[in-house]
């Protein structure tokens, strides 16, 4: 299999990633989610109430993003995510626009600490592909990588580009069962990436094309560190709305509350964009024998 992401250049100090922090604080807000259309459509199904913690806005183009968490009154998780404005998604894929994310660069969108204590998410790390990466004809089209984090920032940030003698790290998987059991990776530099970790993608990927939207499995050293939806800007732009389970592990290192569901959708009264998982499942641990 060919290596399905490309090495970009995006080794970025975490000063210079902080500088996209806008000076706005994390707000919390006690929202009534059945009734709140500028909230998640799948939260008003439910007839309960939600506390909604939000972090600080990120400078994305000439848009914002921040992430969100939405909690029941026991502090269980309901939906986290991320919510775009429709001003981010403005001259993207135009040629040396000042505006525009470095390509493949890492943007963190910080989590709420009441979102780090619900689940097991530490932050999230947003990059745009304007030119999409290899695989030729499958991911080489403009979209977002939305890489829900395990680790802290340092950690991922320091994690290495691939080599002969990084190689160990990135091809050292977690036991049987502790990824889905229906996930595949290529064997060597492929799908290693540095700052992120080496890429699981469904065994079934013909199933997924042509691409618009993919959930990815993310491991490093031997450890499950994030998961990734994948998103095309053309879906995005789309303002279609979509909510999917996904294949889950049978085991997990950490007990916690787990996401099995991740959703997209388009808030018509803002113009607002939400990527967001859903769904939470609790966990108990099974150590690694």
Known sequence: MENLYRIPQKIIALGLLFFFFSCSQDETANSDLQTNESQSFTAKMSTEKFNVFKGPEVTLGYGKVRSWVSVNKNGS??????????EAFKNLTVENDK?????????VVPLHLKAKQA??????GLNWNPHGHEPEHIFDVPHFDIHFYMISVEEQMAIPAWSTETDAWFN??????YLPADYITPPGAGTAEAEMGKHWIPANLGAYLPFSKIMIYGTFNGKFIFIEPMVTLEYFLSNSDFSS???QPDFFVKSGNYPTKYNIYHDQATGNTYVTLSEFVWRTPTPYK
């Not at 505006?99 to 943007?107: D, F, L």
């Not at 689940?119 to 999230?124: A, K, S």
């Open 77 to 86: 998780p309901y939906e986290i995510g991320i919510e775009i404005t429709p």
């Open 99 to 107: 505006k525009a994310p470095p390509e493949g660069s890492t943007i």
């Open 119 to 124: 689940t097991p998410f530490d932050h999230i």
């Open 172 to 177: 050292s998987y977690p036991p049987i069962g």
């Open 245 to 247: 389970t996904y294949s």
